[in-house]
């Protein structure tokens, strides 16, 4: 076992615990105490008065399937992004899949995407039958390198497929202008990014469409579920098809039961509609508390060796869905592999009761889906296009990204406050300033 060779920084101040003793500065890891008391952080979403109402008038109603909850659900949900039409789903992958097949992308056609993201930004266009092509991140956004996308286009690019991560749009004035020079349809995945603005507009509003998540962790949560959201009528009568069997009838129309295309069960139901549509009333203020715990965090993380803190560009404003550090492993003296100090560390602001952690451990080119390209078989889709090649040497910025991130959701959610923010910052500079307690193998 090595010890850790270090760059020693500022000790913290000693305080006492509970039972008069200090403590503070010995990790938790190691019988300290926890800088993050049990029961500091609360759990999220918030469940109130308003979340039961909603869920029980939809429970004493009789339609349980694509209930009334689920029209008003999209018409309140198009309304509060800024969108003419909103289709719920039961996933955001479901939308995004529909997005990608209303945007005309089929057999063989390449959808320009990013490396790092989850899985389904990417296999969302294997859906369609389409091929993903990978552009590597820009280090300081974690988004998609906006200056790479030209590059990766051609004569078969049908869409770029943006993903605004982790709370912060991507440029939208420079990915609108590579796509109307070069006449392709924009998908965003917005799943993470609910409220994100740039240039004071809200993401899901620049493309041609965009797929929210309703999923547990998301800043809408309904436990599961995902909104579609478009202002072109073509685009939505399109993903309607793909959203229900194939028919070109909603369920409160009348059916005629006709596959007019291919089409999947993506239909959202009553309860998680109006349980969605319970949280929605709460979204604005939900959004603005976690800048504000976001700003506390960032005031006590401000200087503390080998931390990289996430940023917020000009024109940007983050929601800060997951609040992503990084660790600088040659500030800290570390020669090793990156990701092995990074879990160590992890490990022991765990211990502290911070509630942090990795987010995706495998940049997407080197998930075995694409690395085996073992989508449909037979070599489909791939086979239905030109070679593309998923060598995740050449995506640097993101493997560096993967190995040296830890993150956080729920510390700064709603309802907790900017001091629960603050307390989680002092267990992550207690891990950073006591680094060299930690007996890490190199
Ligand atoms: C960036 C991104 N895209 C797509 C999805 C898929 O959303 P869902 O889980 O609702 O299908 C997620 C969910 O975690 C996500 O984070």
Known sequence: ??????????????????????NMSKLAIHGGTKAVADGTISD???????????????????????????????????????????????????????????????????VIVTAYSWSSSATCILHANAIPVFVDIDFDTINMDIAQIESAITPRTKAILVVHL???????????????????????????????????????TFGD??????????CLCSGEGGMFVTN?????????????F?????????RDYHAYALGWMYRNNDLTAAFGRAQLTRLTSYIARQRENAEALLDCLRGTRGLILPTEPPL??????????????????????????????MKAMQAEGTQVGVWQQFILPDMTVFKAKNAFGKGSPWCLGEPVDYDPGQFPVARKHTDSHFGMTYPLRAPNTPQTARIV??????VFENVEQLDIAS
């Open 246 to 254: 194939g028919e070109t009838r909603t369920p409160v129309e009348s």
């Open 1 to 22: 076992m090595a010890m850790l060779p270090l760059v020693q920084s500022a000790k913290p101040t000693p305080r006492r615990d509970d039972a008069g003793e200090i």
């Open 44 to 110: 999220w979403p918030e469940i109130t008065d308003v979340d039961r109402k909603y869920v029980m008038a939809s429970l004493e109603q009789s339609n349980h399937a694509f209930g009334p909850n689920c029209l008003t659900f999209e018409k309140e949900f198009a309304a509060w992004n800024g969108n003419a039409f909103a289709i719920t789903t039961n996933s955001g992958t479901a939308a995004l899949h529909m997005g990608v097949a209303a945007c005309g992308c089929g057999a063989g056609d390449e």
């Open 425 to 430: 910052g002092e267990g992550i500079r207690k």
């Open 209 to 218: 469409c965009a797929a929210f998540s309703f999923n547990q962790n998301k």
């Open 166 to 204: 982790h709370g912060l749009a991507v440029d939208m004035d420079a990915v609108m202008g590579v796509a109307r020079k070069h006449n392709l349809k924009v998908i965003e995945d917005a799943c993470q990014a609910h409220g994100a603005t740039f240039n004071g507009r809200k993401v899901g």
């Open 232 to 244: 072109d009528q073509a685009i939505l009568e399109k993903a309607r098809m793909i959203w229900s």
């Open 316 to 345: 940007h404003e983050h929601t800060y869905y997951n609040f992503t550090i990084r660790i600088d492993p040659e500030v800290l003296g570390w020669r090793g592999a990156p990701a092995k100090l990074r879990d160590a560390m």
